[in-house]
């Protein structure tokens, strides 16, 4: 059986030929850095004016002379709950 050849030779019709690996091993690369940067300068945004941030929300107030609740630092209650008698952590 003879040999055939390696590649086929290209049709003197055809309109489109096949685009070699090296042209597209090169297209690919140019997109890939080019989708990159796109995405690094929507990221960065060198030169774009500050985005203004909303004030920050109120607080409450400090504690006024003799305030001990209903503001920041007041006292705060706490519930002491008795410890569990002995019949019932033995279970």
Do not use: N, Y
């Not at 774009?48 to 006024?64: F, K, L, T």
């Amino acid at each position: 059986m003879p040999r055939r050849a390696r590649a086929e030779a290209v049709d003197p019709d055809d309109r489109f030929p096949a685009v070699p690996l090296r042209r597209r091993v090169l297209i690919a690369v140019l997109a890939v850095a080019t989708a990159t940067t796109l995405i690094m300068m929507m990221l960065e945004r060198t030169g774009a004016p500050e985005i203004p941030r909303p004030p920050a929300a109120a607080g409450p107030a400090p504690c006024a002379e003799g305030q001990l609740s209903g503001c920041l630092g007041g006292k705060a209650d706490v519930i002491l709950v008795p410890a569990a008698s002995g019949a019932a952590a033995a279970k």
